[in-house]
């Protein structure tokens, strides 16, 4: 009996193992799981509500007609996430947009949407490859 638990736990952890990298392929315009952490889904949620404007959902900063440069913040370390977004909102860093957006977050807000984007998984290709195809 006990063996049966275990199996269909182990079972359960892979099947949700393998929900997420399908997710990860698909992008980031489908809704979060609800299998997937509170954290998670919140960070989402405020991401897309104050966020997404301008590091776009997905974090890939969409500057395209703004004055000011805006950083791509996917799969970006969680904790320098954290550290970047208390920095300004203890005014330690001065920024005239991101100052006044870290202040309307709370602790668990910054802990949230660090979760968010810092699990947002990106390939890296070697620019020698990439410029090594001939240009279309
Ligand atoms: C109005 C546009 C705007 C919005 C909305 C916005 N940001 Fe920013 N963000 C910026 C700009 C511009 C910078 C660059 C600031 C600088 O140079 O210090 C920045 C910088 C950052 C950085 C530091 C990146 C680094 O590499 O140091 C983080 C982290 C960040 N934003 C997270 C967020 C999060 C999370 C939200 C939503 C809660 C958010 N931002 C909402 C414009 C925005």
């Not at 952890?13 to 919140?42: P, W």
């Not at 970047?84 to 910054?110: F, N, P, V, W």
Request: a positive charge.
């Amino acid at each position: 009996m006990k063996k049966i638990i275990f199996l269909s736990i182990l079972l359960s952890f892979i099947t949700a193992k393998a929900e997420d990298a399908i997710k990860s392929e698909s992008g980031t315009g489908a809704s979060v799981r609800s299998n997937l952490s509170a954290e998670l889904q919140n960070g989402k949620k405020k991401a897309k509500a104050i966020c997404s404007a301008c590091h776009g959902i997905d974090g890939q900063a969409a500057s395209g007609g703004n004055s000011v440069i805006i950083p791509n913040i996917t799969a970006q370390h969680k904790d320098y996430l954290i550290a970047r977004l208390k920095a300004y909102k203890a005014g330690k860093i001065q920024h005239d947009q991101m100052t006044i957006i870290a202040g309307m977050l709370s602790e668990q807000d910054i802990e949230n949407v660090a979760e968010w984007y810092s699990r947002i998984k990106i390939r890296i290709f070697d620019p020698n490859l990439v410029l090594s195809k001939p240009s279309q």
